[in-house]
């Protein structure tokens, strides 16, 4: 059931007597642009893209005041990034199954595809790792150095904290009682595992490939 | 254009007499630092456009309030019990909508012409005609300026601290760096401000007309010390600053007094060389003012002290005292030193 | 009521002081030097009030007075190797020590702290001492090959805040008051995140 | 709360509400009782009143720094404090402004007051409501602990690199200010989304957009604007402590560095920064001026779209604030025609509230009073603001004394004025008495007068030459009588304003009993009782029109069958205010507490060292996790109301 066809429904649950309009019938949770959580989700969104947009912003400011770029070194190591960048981008597989699944609130499903996305995070948090072990430079030789830190480091956090998020929800889904709010927490974080999946992927443009071409 | 200059006039005529009813006229003789007192055509053009802008805003800003009171005046009173007319709920309001915008449409138009003014006093500010220009490159630290004026013969070229001599009519290019942090050069008077930012370089343009000593500040935040930055800019007729460059690029002579002499051994000894220059003495230190003609400036300390025996000996014991925090270190030395320091440094016309 | 311990916790530290931020804009002059005196009296309309050098001086120079000659006693009087220097206490100082080490262009022999013409200060390694007096002693004095005596040349109190910078080059220095990097070209990792190094005497006979 | 047997979690409320309704209700939403239940509250209307208290404390604070610097200013030459106390003040005097009292007062009354406005049951998101206030708080207090100690920053509230960075500001100073800067943003960014989400989604069934009350909407407007504009200067204070901390060079010109990087983003910012402040201001005179004019306010589709235009246009123009830095020709004309473009929005709201003053019948009162004083001091600050767009005249009065009058003009008349008189307004409302009125206006009349001794010879100081910022200056510049002068205004303010402390402690007890609609109001905060109780309406109300009190409402007027044994809201739908699901809301809960000191302890020690952010962000993990972890019972209790979509 579409989040459209589940809103005409709610408007036929309501019944006006006389002074008094009866919401009784009404269904305790929606998921989508209904739940709450949905529009808080939203906003972090957008506070943290348009740090990362500033963040990119800064790097070809700093690069257009540079003759040379990278200032003083070779560009990161490709392997690292682009294996990340594929982890990344097939853990949203098992990411869209458990957002599916939590829409039709199927509990087995949920917790075998939350299973799936924890041993992604843990994958692309070693490669992570080894990624910084390749960036050729440190944040304390030049400018280009900090931005590239920093822009790793940006994103680097918001993998640690959705992957630790991911993991308290596991927890929860095996341990506790699902009611429908809990099939909404998971659709959420999923939503939100989107967002810092494809943030990343202009973050790896410009990281790996702004001090190649461009 | 016309009708520009006379509505500058009329509001000229009104803040003139402003200003004369503010008492305190400033008391440092032929010094000023005052937008409102042009000696120049960059400030000048910048003072016309202000009294134009004055004129509108006021205008503006009076049409307003007298709406409002008399919206006030003419409105009858009621009480928390008055029932709410909500008649503006169901239909439009059309006489109040038509007079809303035409206000808009007037205070449009308004902004436009201040657009225009602003993009073309601009435009004149940077067509300001440079021949035969005197080239000065300034440099600011913390708390103090250098300037070293240029000539195509480096035998030519020398530095100067906190005075700068200007000839009248003739238009100045300062090229500006800054030593430490972000200062701002302002002499207004003379011309709008223009920041030296470490690793950037800026040019500011200028003309003095009219001669007098005009006294600058710098604008920007700069530490400690902000407010005791300041310098003078002496715009002089031709003849007499040839003659000061003239002085300037001489070295200064060793004196002939003995205790002039002995002063010069004190400086020479001591530790005022690490950081000062007296060209022709040996002294070469580039981390504080240029000294070689010290005694031909009327202040010191980037004026804040006037300079004469007993401020300079005050100044070499204890700088602290007048500029807390400024980066030169006291020196008490025995009084005899001293004097002969301060004899010596009054040679240095 | 949380507003009130909050309270509480401001007076407890407003009554202590952080030595590390202390601007000590007062130099060493003794207030009672003829010059200053004379000064005071004929003064222009337009200087900064005398009344304020009098003023902040009288207020805030007996601190002063006792952390400059602290140095002084310690430097003229050879005081047992531990003797410490107040102004490794003080961030401020420790900035200035390394303005000036640049201005006096310690760093045209030292570098910045690397060493060339002059031994590397940011070692382990200490020909005359590691200790701060030692360290003093060694620019008031100079030292054979080459390290010239600038006793005469940089005032006392100068020369201990290049000592307290010298000191802060191998991470003798708390983190807190060490120099952080400076707005010029980068020499690696900045004072104050530098391992601290356990000095040890230089090899005898060794020399630079 | 505790969940004990006799409460009936699946009781629904009647229309009208039944008294076992209303005490259901209350026990419902009450805050817990007791000192941990003191940390533990929640409730948004709670929450509101500490945040308001709070910011007008740091406004107390900031307003006296501001008065040592003016007496030290009265006389050229003073030796009252020194250069590095005085910069320490005029530091410290800006942050506490900006960061500590402006933005954040804003939020706080958006606290109190749009839940009361939509008609909701509660803030959306009330623990990390809690959490914001928290961290807001002990953002403040570590500045002014740090301050006490002489770690007050020192660099200016703008706090310019290299001035700032790690060469010229030694020791601790400047990396305080830029954690404060954390602690504030992180708030203010929360209760961005706090107010989106409940604005949007938990407005009264009917509440359509264009039915929402003229203050809402300015706090819809400023949340977006907070939410773009705020990650600005977050990622520059980081870039700064980064630089001053771990030594990277973002702005060391000679390792590929900008000084004037640090400009451009936090001018992104603090540009904005001014309308969130002036926003606001402007949504409490549309809420005021038709309560006291009689009449809705005119032209009310105008004000909206003025609202969102300024939001708009105020991205456009953080460079006005860089026109010395040498720009090239074409960034200057565009900016100074965006800065003047910005007047138009204003102008429209201005020209709205005369055209509704024009055609309405007047009831003079105090909050009325400070409502009106806008049109003359924010007015002629927009004048001058127009003089500082034009970049001829910004190049010879920017960083002068014109300026401090301009913005002092621009931010006391568009904010402060308004903020007054909005407390005069809703006090009644927060506890249930008037204000004293006599009292009001000697407040109103002492504050206007001595707001324009104080500042109006400020413009004519910066044209006669008088920089900013400067710690003294020499005698017989012409600039003596004016700034005496200014000092006596300066006074005559902090008398107006101790009047005004006096007012609010003395009416809570003495004042005037209110009744639920002392001013005879429209909205409907006033639908319900002063002080509002702790579930907000009994029932929640259905809204047919703008001004639900004022018109004749067709049925349904109310809602039925709301839970009273659990917190239970009603979501709606975000146009048109359809009725879309019920939503059980968490319990009070003292871990946003103590989730914010974790955090505190996280920033403080991340000035120290750069590993704190790892191990301070253990503990910081733990208590999150607490509190979004399910109470014992807790799903079951919820089940119980459960239905599926």
Redesign the interface.
């Known amino acids: 059931m579409t989040v459209e066809q589940a809103l005409a429904r709610a408007q036929q649950q309501v019944r006006q007597e006389g002074a008094a309009l009866d919401v009784a019938e009404l269904p305790s949770y929606g998921f989508s642009h209904r739940s709450i959580l949905w529009w808080a989700t939203a906003g972090m969104m957008a506070i943290e893209g348009t740090v990362f947009a500033l963040a990119v912003a800064v790097y070809f400011y700093l690069r257009s005041h540079s003759a040379t770029w990278p200032m003083s070194s070779l560009p990161p190591e490709l392997r690292y990034g682009t294996a990340n960048t594929l982890i990344l981008l097939v853990s949203l597989l098992p990411n869209e199954w458990a957002k599916r699944a939590a829409e039709k609130e199927h509990v087995g499903h949920v917790r075998m595809a939350l299973v799936i996305c924890m041993l992604f995070s843990l994958a692309f948090l070693a490669v992570r790792w080894l990624e910084f072990t390749a960036l050729n430079c440190r944040w304390d030789d030049n400018a280009y150095g900090s931005i590239v830190w920093m822009l790793m480091g940006l994103h680097t956090t918001h993998l640690l904290t959705d992957a630790y998020d991911s993991g308290v929800l596991t927890t929860l889904v095996f341990t506790q009682k699902m009611d429908g709010k809990r099939f909404v927490d998971v659709s959420e974080s999923a939503m939100y595992w989107y967002f810092v999946v494809l943030t990343w992927l202009p973050l790896y443009a410009v990281v790996y490939w702004g001090p190649r071409f461009v | 254009m016309a009708a520009r200059r006379w509505l500058a006039r009329c509001v000229a005529a009104a803040l003139a007499a402003?200003?004369r009813c503010?008492?305190?006229?400033?008391?440092?003789g032929a010094q000023s630092?005052?937008?409102?007192r042009s000696a120049g055509p960059q400030?000048s053009?910048?003072l016309d456009?202000?009294l134009l802008?004055?004129g509108i805003?006021?205008a503006?800003?009076a049409a307003?309030?007298v709406?409002?009171v008399w919206?006030?005046w003419?409105?009858?009173?009621?009480?928390?019990?008055?029932?709410?007319?909500?008649t503006?709920?169901t239909q439009v309001?059309h006489r109040?909508?038509r007079?809303?915008i035409v206000?808009?449409g007037a205070?449009?138009v308004l902004?436009f012409v201040?657009?225009v003014?602003?993009?073309s006093?601009?435009r004149s500010?940077?067509q300001l005609v440079l021949r035969d220009a005197v080239h000065i490159e300034v440099t600011a630290h913390?708390w103090w300026w250098s300037a070293r004026y240029d000539n195509e013969e480096a035998a030519k070229t020398f530095t100067v601290a906190n005075e700068l001599h200007i000839p009248v009519g003739r238009p100045v290019i300062m090229t500006l760096r800054s030593d430490?942090?972000?200062h701002?050069l302002?002499v207004?008077n003379l011309?709008?401000?223009?920041?030296l930012?470490?690793?950037?370089t800026?040019t500011l343009t200028l003309r003095a007309d009219r001669p007098g000593v005009y006294?600058g500040?710098?604008?920007?935040?700069?530490?400690?010390?902000?407010?005791?930055m300041a310098f003078l800019v002496h715009a002089e007729p031709a003849a007499q600053y040839e003659a000061w460059v003239a002085r300037q690029r001489e070295p200064a002579a060793t004196p002939v007094a003995e205790r002039a002499l002995r002063g010069r051994q004190v400086f020479l000894?001591?530790?005022c060389?690490?950081?000062h220059a007296i060209g022709g003495s040996g002294a070469g230190g580039q981390?504080g003012p240029d000294l070689t003609h010290l005694a031909g400036r009327t202040t010191l300390a980037a004026?804040?002290?006037?300079n004469?025996a007993?401020?300079l000996?005050?100044?070499?014991?204890?700088?602290?005292?007048?500029?807390?925090?400024t980066?030169m270190?006291?020196?008490?030395?025995p009084?005899d030193d001293?004097q002969a320091l301060v004899a010596y440094l009054g040679t240095l016309e | 009521m949380m507003r009130i311990v909050c309270l509480l916790a401001l007076c407890l530290a407003s009554l202590t002081a952080c030595e590390r931020e202390q601007r000590r804009y007062n130099a060493p002059a003794s207030p009672a030097s003829p010059a200053s005196d004379a000064g005071l009296s004929r003064m222009g309309p337009f200087q900064p009030g005398p009344a304020a050098s009098a003023a902040s001086g009288a207020s805030s120079s007996a601190p002063i007075a006792s952390a400059a000659s602290a140095p002084a006693s310690a430097a003229s009087t050879s005081l047992p190797p531990t003797s410490a220097n107040p102004h490794e206490e003080n961030a401020v100082a420790v900035a200035e020590g390394k303005r000036v080490y640049r201005w006096y262009n310690c760093n045209g022999c030292h570098a910045t702290g690397g060493g060339s013409l002059g031994p590397a200060l940011m070692d382990d390694e200490w020909l005359y001492g590691h200790e701060p007096q030692q360290i003093v002693a060694t620019i008031l004095q100079g030292r054979p090959n080459g390290m010239p005596a600038f006793a005469a040349r940089i005032p006392e109190d100068q020369v201990w805040k290049i000592a307290a910078y010298v000191r802060s080059m191998s991470g003798q220095l708390r983190s807190d008051v060490a120099p952080s990097r400076s707005d010029g070209l980068s020499a690696g990792p900045p004072e104050q995140r530098r391992d601290k190094e356990t000095p040890k005497p230089a090899a005898p006979g060794k020399d630079h | 709360m505790n969940t004990t047997s006799e409460v009936d979690l699946t009781a629904r409320n009647q229309v009208p509400p039944s008294e076992a309704d209303r005490q259901a209700l209350e026990a419902t939403w009450r805050d817990p009782a007791g000192l941990v239940g003191w940390f533990s509250a929640i409730n948004h209307k709670t929450i509101g009143v500490r945040f308001i208290v709070t910011a007008f404390g740091f406004f107390v604070a900031g307003g006296l720094l501001a008065a040592v610097m003016r007496l030290q200013l009265a006389r050229p030459q003073n030796t009252l404090v020194g250069p590095d106390l005085y910069n320490q003040l005029f530091t410290m005097h800006g942050t506490t402004m900006m960061f500590l009292f402006a933005v954040p007062v804003m939020q706080a009354m958006a606290t109190y007051l749009v839940p009361l406005m939509v008609g909701a049951r509660s803030i959306a998101f009330p623990r990390m409501n809690a959490f914001a206030y928290w961290l807001y708080l002990f953002g403040g207090l570590m500045l002014y602990i740090a301050f006490a100690l002489n770690i007050g920053p020192d660099a200016g509230w703008f706090t310019y690199v290299p001035l700032a960075g790690p060469d010229f500001s030694p020791g601790k100073r400047v990396d305080f200010w830029a954690q404060l800067i954390t602690f504030t943003e992180f708030s203010g960014l929360l209760e961005a989304v706090i107010v989106i989400t409940t604005v949007f989604k938990l407005r009264a069934v009917g509440m359509t957009l264009n039915r929402i009350p003229l203050f809402v909407w300015a706090m819809l407007v400023t949340a977006f604007m907070v939410m773009f504009a705020m990650p600005a200067v977050m990622l520059t204070s980081t870039a700064l402590i980064l630089d001053r901390l771990v030594g990277t060079h973002f702005f060391n010109p000679a390792e590929g560095g900008d000084a004037l990087l640090w400009q451009h983003l936090f001018w992104f910012f603090g540009h904005p920064e001014v309308y969130f402040i002036f926003l606001p201001g402007l949504g409490f005179m549309s809420a005021i001026i038709p309560t006291f004019v009689r009449r809705p306010i005119f032209g009310y589709s105008a004000m909206v779209l003025a609202l969102i235009a300024t939001a708009f246009l105020s991205f456009g123009l953080w460079v006005h604030h860089m026109f010395a830095t040498n720009l090239p020709e074409l960034g200057k004309g565009f900016f100074t025609a965006m800065s003047l473009m910005i007047a138009i929005p204003s102008a429209v709201q201005i020209f709205c509230w005369i055209a509704t003053l024009w055609t309405g019948r007047i009831h003079l009162k105090t909050p009325l009073l400070f409502v009106l004083a806008f049109f003359f001091i924010l007015v002629l600050g927009g004048m001058t603001g127009l003089m500082l767009a034009m970049v001829p005249l910004d190049l010879q009065v920017h960083d002068t004394y014109f300026v401090v009058a301009h913005l002092h003009y621009v931010l006391i008349g568009g904010a402060v004025f308004p903020l007054l008189g909005a407390i005069y307004y809703w006090y009644p409302k927060i506890t249930g008495r008037l204000m004293n009125e006599t009292m009001g206006r000697w407040n109103f009349w002492l504050f206007f007068i001595g707001f324009n001794t104080a500042f109006f010879p400020m413009h004519l100081l910066g044209m006669k030459g008088m920089p900013r910022r400067v710690y003294t200056y020499p005698a017989g510049m012409g600039w003596d009588t004016m700034n005496l002068v200014a000092t006596v205004g300066a006074v005559t303010i902090a008398v107006s304003m101790l009047l005004f402390v006096i007012n609010v402690w003395r009416s809570l007890r003495h004042g005037q009993v209110a009744g639920d609609n002392p001013w005879g109001a429209g909205t409907l905060e006033w639908a319900t009782s002063s002080p509002p109780p702790a579930a907000n309406f009994d029932a929640l109300p259905v809204v047919h029109g703008r001004e639900p009190l004022w018109e004749a409402a067709p049925e349904p007027t109310q809602v039925r069958g709301m839970a009273t044994g659990q917190r239970e809201v009603l979501v709606t739908t975000v146009v048109d205010a359809r009725p879309d699901h019920r939503s059980v809301f968490p319990d009070s809960s003292i871990w946003p507490f103590i989730s914010a000191v974790a955090t505190t302890v996280l920033f403080v020690g991340s000035i120290f060292t750069p590993w704190a952010v790892v191990w301070a962000s253990v503990p910081v993990a733990i208590a999150l996790t607490v509190w979004f972890w399910p109470r014992r019972g807790e799903t079951e209790r919820e089940m119980l109301l459960e239905k599926s979509p």
């Open positions: 402003a200003v503010n008492a305190g006229e400033p008391a440092l630092q005052d937008a409102l400030a053009q910048v456009l202000w802008t004055l805003c006021t503006v800003f307003i309030l709406a409002f919206a006030l003419r409105a009858p009173r009621a009480s928390a019990g008055t029932p709410a007319d909500t503006g709920l309001e109040p909508r007079v809303v206000a808009l205070s449009t902004l201040l657009l003014a602003s993009v006093t601009d500010l940077a913390q430490d942090v972000i701002s302002w207004p011309a709008g401000k223009k920041d930012i470490p690793g950037r800026a006294r500040q710098c604008a920007e935040f700069c530490g400690a010390q902000h407010a005791w000894q001591s530790t060389v690490m950081c981390r004026g804040a002290l006037a004469d007993a401020h000996a005050a100044w070499i014991t204890d700088p602290s005292a007048f500029k807390p925090g980066n270190p006291g020196h008490v030395l009084p001293l």
